[in-house]
């Protein structure tokens, strides 16, 4: 079975700042993905950016980017000149290669200060 | 292009009535997903269906089911609601098997008294 860890429940950071969300995870698959979800208070879950295990380079989405370290089982993310529109409850998910069932961590809310 | 869509937003029932959820995926899309976010367990993976069939089922009790139509949507069915059955239970959809990404609908709040 996978675990998802994300160990901030809450975070801020201030108007064009550039703050860090951390996840990490416990899996014995090799072939997997791993994803960041964004939760705004509407409820509905928005994909933010996604990374598959075998590539090495790190995914990148606009003001989003990852740093991956799959031997340490780590998946950051790296929020860029943070905007209002960016606060939300931000979760990290796992998904195993033909598993197709996302586990998710408990999410950290961020706060944008203006 | 039109997303995932739930309905309805909001659902109040009573105990030990049945509840009726139901999603519509992305175009194209023939992999439909269930999960329950609820206050104080997170999301957890409720349903997954694909080309008409159930593909794997979360920790959840039999109460809890559904069904994939021919035109790919889904209906999830709770009977005998349960207090503890008060959530929000999101949809998302995917391309099919091995298609990794899944996108999500609004959710339907269920609220039971």
């Known amino acids: 079975a996978q675990t998802v860890t994300q160990s901030q429940p809450e975070m801020s950071v201030q108007e064009a700042e550039t703050v860090t969300l951390s996840c990490t995870y416990d899996?014995?698959?090799?072939?997997?993905?791993l994803f960041w979800y964004k939760q705004p208070p509407s409820r509905q879950m928005i994909l933010v950016i996604r990374q598959e295990a075998y590539k090495q380079q790190n995914a990148t989405e606009n003001r989003f980017s990852v740093n991956f370290q799959k031997a340490a089982k780590s998946f950051s993310l790296k929020i860029s000149d943070s905007q209002l529109g960016d606060a939300a409850m931000y979760f990290c998910?796992?998904?195993?290669?033909?598993?197709?069932?996302?586990?998710f961590g408990t999410g950290t809310r961020l706060t944008i200060i203006p | 292009e039109a997303g995932v869509t739930q309905s309805p937003t909001h659902l109040i029932k009573t105990r030990g009535q049945q509840a009726t959820l139901r999603c519509s995926p992305i175009s194209g899309h023939t992999s439909v997903y269930w999960y329950q976010q609820a206050l104080g367990l997170g999301l957890q993976f409720l349903l997954w269906?694909?080309?008409?069939?159930?593909?794997n089922r979360g920790n959840f009790p039999p109460r809890f089911s559904g069904r994939q139509f021919p035109n790919y949507s889904s209906e999830l069915n709770v009977n005998a609601l349960e207090l503890e059955d008060s959530a929000l239970y999101l949809c998302?959809?995917?391309?099919?098997?091995?298609?990794?990404?899944?996108?999500f609908g609004p959710g339907t709040r269920l609220l039971v008294l």
């Open positions: 269906y694909d080309e008409g069939e159930e593909r």
């Open positions: 998302a959809s995917s391309l099919g098997l091995f298609q990794e990404t899944q996108y």
């Open positions: 899996t014995s698959e090799s072939d997997y993905y």
């Open positions: 998910a796992f998904l195993a290669f033909g598993n197709e069932k996302l586990t």
